[in-house]
């Protein structure tokens, strides 16, 4: 009743309450995917060995569904992406922040999810991770390197408000370790997903 509870809480938290999801944590390796669905299950950091092969949480509490897949970002993996675009509700794709290097292989990734049929009008959380290291681009920056001036619809911009046709999709500065930033952003896709 304890892990029920718990598990009712973390979702209400992140804006999820009472929804039923199919999310995809998708970025290139090492930008954190696993550790944030770590801290969201176990609410603590861990030393995590690299994403090798898809990992999924399912939870069902009475009538809410949630389900995140980890789908790992070494190049193999990022060839299987395609597989779980079925009937996918939400996006969050991570960037480290503090990979400058490897920003233009992570806007090649973004942009083919954006280019790709099957995934016209899921909401896109970009989650760019690692803003506590000191090198951390900032969030003009980072919007720059992955080219999303034009397609971010606004933090404040209710579902309502988005013009028809419109993709939801918003970038939050976050650091999964620190715990900070990444509430805002599942707040923010919670209102895009049915």
């Keep these: 009743m304890f892990v029920l509870n718990w598990w009712s809480n973390i979702l209400g938290w992140?804006?999820?309450?009472?929804?039923?999801?199919?999310?995809?944590?998708?970025?290139?390796?090492?930008?954190?995917?696993?550790t944030l669905l770590h801290m969201l299950k176990e609410k603590k950091v861990a030393q995590l060995e690299p994403t090798q092969h898809p990992h999924d949480e399912e939870l069902t509490m009475g009538k809410l569904k949630f389900r995140v897949h980890d789908l790992g970002g070494h190049d193999v993996a990022r060839e299987l992406w395609s597989e779980y675009f079925t009937a996918v509700?939400?996006?969050?794709?991570?960037v480290d922040c503090n990979d400058r290097e490897r920003?233009?292989?992570?806007?090649?990734?973004?942009d083919k999810l954006l280019s790709n049929d099957q995934l016209a009008g899921v909401p896109i959380l970009v989650l760019g991770n690692k803003i506590d290291m000191q090198r951390a681009a900032s969030e003009p920056e980072l919007?720059?390197?992955?080219?999303?001036?034009?397609?971010?619809?606004?933090?404040?911009?209710r579902k309502s408000d988005l013009p028809k046709g419109m993709r939801p999709m918003e970038l939050f500065m976050v650091s999964v370790i620190r715990r900070m930033g990444y509430r805002e952003g599942f707040v923010w896709m919670s209102q895009y997903i049915d």
Aim: proline share 2%.
């Design 14 to 34: 992140l804006g999820l309450g009472n929804k039923k999801a199919k999310i995809l944590f998708l970025g290139l390796d090492n930008a954190g995917k696993t």
């Design 89 to 94: 509700n939400a996006i969050v794709y991570l």
């Design 103 to 110: 920003f233009p292989e992570a806007k090649a990734e973004l």
């Design 143 to 157: 919007r720059q390197a992955l080219g999303l001036q034009h397609y971010l619809t606004g933090k404040n911009t």
